[in-house]
């Protein structure tokens, strides 16, 4: 069983508020993702990193902002929440091994409904 | 650009009856393909990864192989507790790129 963790599960929340939504993994994984995924609809890479201090924004355009000051931790970040923002958020790891993709391990998601 | 397709949308099989999802792609620089599977409301959760063309992995009813075109996931002898969604991804280019594909709804009735 995977060892990563997202909370919270589920958030309701108000337009223009502040959210950050936590993602942590206990493999050591250096590779973190951020994926974006409407019902029905495939995955969307908005954010990923490599390793500490390390950034990256993936093929869909998001209006959040990630860190990664620790290995084991990459939370997600929306300065002011919109109704648009409405989707299930999923946070994943991965060994990083250079030339080959390794597989990804999921975190249960975080389903954010902006009102 | 790469292109994942899954087909079909949706799947609806008799317990034991057993069937194949295909996952067509096209891609500059295949570095791996994944299999996944989803439950509502989940994560994806992993299954299988196959690098090179004829590369055949199996895990208890399902098994899934590789073309220079596509992949099937063959599923034998299914049971409701297989339903879910299953989900393709390719992994290609110099940062190693994924993208995942729609997805087949897979539902197995009693």
């Known amino acids: 069983e995977a060892d990563i963790y997202q909370t919270p599960r589920y958030l309701v929340i108000g337009t223009g508020k502040k959210i950050t939504l936590e993602c942590s993994q206990t493999?050591?994984?250096?590779?973190m993702y951020w994926y974006q995924q409407d019902p029905g609809m495939e995955l969307h890479l908005i954010h990923y990193?490599?390793?500490?201090?390390?950034?990256e924004k993936g093929d869909l355009s998001s209006e959040s902002t990630v860190s990664r000051i620790r290995t084991e931790h990459f939370p997600l970040t929306l300065e002011s929440a919109r109704p648009s923002h409405t989707s299930q958020y999923l946070c994943?790891?991965?060994?990083?091994?250079?030339?080959?993709?390794?597989?990804?391990?999921f975190g249960q998601g975080t389903r954010l409904t902006v009102v | 650009e790469d292109q994942v397709t899954q087909s079909p949308e949706a799947l609806r099989l008799q317990e034991g009856e057993s069937s194949s999802l295909n996952c067509s792609y096209t891609?500059?620089?295949?570095?791996?393909l994944f299999w996944y599977r989803q439950d509502p409301g989940k994560g994806p959760e992993f299954l299988f990864t196959?690098?090179?063309a004829g590369e055949e992995k199996e895990k208890e009813r399902l098994k899934a192989t590789l073309t220079k075109k596509e992949s099937f996931l063959h599923i034998t002898a299914p049971k409701p507790e297989d339903s879910a969604t299953y989900l393709c991804?390719?992994?290609?280019?110099?940062?190693?790129?994924?993208?995942f594909g729609t997805g087949t709804k897979l539902q197995v009735i009693p």
């Open positions: 994943a790891s991965s060994e990083y091994s250079g030339g080959a993709n390794t597989e990804a391990f």
């Open positions: 493999m050591g994984h250096d590779k």
């Open positions: 990193s490599y390793g500490v201090n390390s950034t």
């Open positions: 891609v500059s620089g295949l570095r791996g």
């Open positions: 196959l690098y090179s």
């Open positions: 991804a390719l992994a290609s280019g110099g940062y190693q790129k994924v993208t």
